[in-house]
């Protein structure tokens, strides 16, 4: 049968060489698959046959895929790995001489693109080694990477923009502690730090040259984030959380609280995992910790679990708090709608950080989105580093504006 002669006989074992070829090509992709899913993949074409590239594909696809946002993904790898006819004709046009121009290439996701480049044996760098970037990238590569959105990244890409977004930086306001320092200068009106006037008039036999004065301690306002991380949002977590870990931790240094909880299905406290200095085991201890990763969305679950367990040591009028979340929730709306005026009433500003402000016509429509607007102060992008660069810049408005 051409289907046979086209994917090989089962037979004579071509079409499990071709099936465990296709799944390292999906999990280079970025699709999560294992050796029993591939051995699932072989049973199904075996059951439904290879003389219907449609039922091949939807009876591949039924075991072989497991996130909405792979879907695409792999029917795109299917069409080029099974060899559709379509693509092979544009593929060999762009072999053959042609008069009138040179062929359009076919357009790909970078994704698939890098699944189906020639795998190259890399040298293992040393463990002490530091990473550097590429310092002869073009300036037209940097631009793109600049606006490209996080989940249209391949996997080189992908790691590279987590780099680079290590570097950003976020700074956060300051307030008045009640806590004083002596200070050489100041107004008139600060306070009379007297414990310095003493020593002065017994350091110059009771004369008083000047006198010393205090003013409040400027502290870091304590940051509170929360971290969507269902599957929809799974490609923005793991960045979003390098970023934060190393755009914050100047803050700590200066005594600033900062805690981080991750939420799906329900509530992680990734505070301990945050306290590590080093960014890549902070995401290694983080994935560790996190039971419910690529799930569902239920955040007023884990607002409520929040508010129960943690809300002492989280919450005050000082607090700023980011969530991160594109507002797909599946739980009840009236628990969200209670939970989150609890936060906002207990809690200095509620910024919603959401990616799906990529889009331009971007509306809060859904359910959960529409109460997440209802309740933020603001609703601010981080789906691309130039978001991530407009956010310090944002925050700093939005913080002045609220004092």
Do not use: C
């Not at 590590?276 to 690529?294: N, S, Y």
């Not at 943690?310 to 700023?320: D, E, K, P, W």
Request: glycine share 8%.
């Amino acid at each position: 049968m051409p289907g046979i002669q086209q994917l090989g006989d089962a037979r004579r074992g071509k079409l499990a060489g071709h099936m465990i070829g296709f799944g390292r090509a999906l999990r280079r992709a970025g699709v999560r698959i294992d050796p029993s899913r591939i051995a699932l993949g072989l049973e199904a074409a075996l059951l439904v046959g290879v003389e219907q590239r449609a039922d091949l594909q939807a009876a591949l696809e039924s075991v072989l895929v497991s996130r909405e946002q792979d879907r695409l993904v792999f029917r795109e790898l299917f069409d080029a790995w099974f060899q559709d006819p379509a693509l092979a004709q544009k593929m060999l046009a762009r072999m053959l001489p042609n008069a009138e121009g040179r062929a359009e290439p076919v357009q790909r996701r970078n994704r698939v693109r890098e699944a189906l480049a020639a795998p190259t044996t890399l040298k293992p760098a040393p463990q002490d080694e530091e990473v550097q970037l590429d310092a002869a990238m073009s300036a037209g590569t940097r631009e793109r990477l600049q606006q490209a959105d996080f989940n249209s990244l391949g996997a080189a890409e992908y790691r590279l923009v987590e780099r680079l977004a290590r570097e950003k930086a976020l700074p956060v306001h300051t307030y008045a502690s009640r806590r004083l320092r002596p200070v050489a200068q100041a107004g008139a009106s600060a306070r009379i730090h007297w414990p310095g006037v003493w020593r002065q008039a017994a350091r110059h036999g009771g004369e008083i040259p000047r006198l010393p004065r205090q003013v409040r301690r400027a502290r870091p306002r304590p940051l509170l984030v929360l971290v969507d991380v269902s599957g929809s949002m799974e490609r923005y977590a793991r960045l979003l959380l390098a970023y934060l870990h190393a755009a914050t931790r100047p803050l700590v240094g200066e005594g600033a609280r900062r805690d981080v909880f991750a939420f799906g299905t329900g509530l992680t406290d990734l505070t301990p995992a945050f306290r590590h200095a080093d960014t890549d085991v902070m995401l290694a201890e983080a994935g560790r910790a996190i039971a419910d990763f690529a799930g569902g969305t239920r955040l007023g679950e884990a607002l409520t679990q929040l508010r129960r367990q943690h809300a002492r040591r989280l919450v005050g009028r000082r607090t700023l708090v980011l969530l991160i979340s594109d507002g797909l929730d599946t739980g009840e709306p009236a628990e969200l709608d209670a939970q989150l005026q609890w936060l906002r009433r207990h809690t200095g500003a509620l910024l919603w950080l959401n990616p799906l402000l990529r889009f331009a016509g971007y509306a809060p429509l859904a359910r959960g989105a529409a109460l997440l607007d209802r309740h933020a102060d603001a609703m601010l992008a981080v789906h691309n580093l130039q978001a991530l660069d407009e956010l310090a810049d944002s925050l700093a408005a939005l913080l002045r504006r609220l004092r």
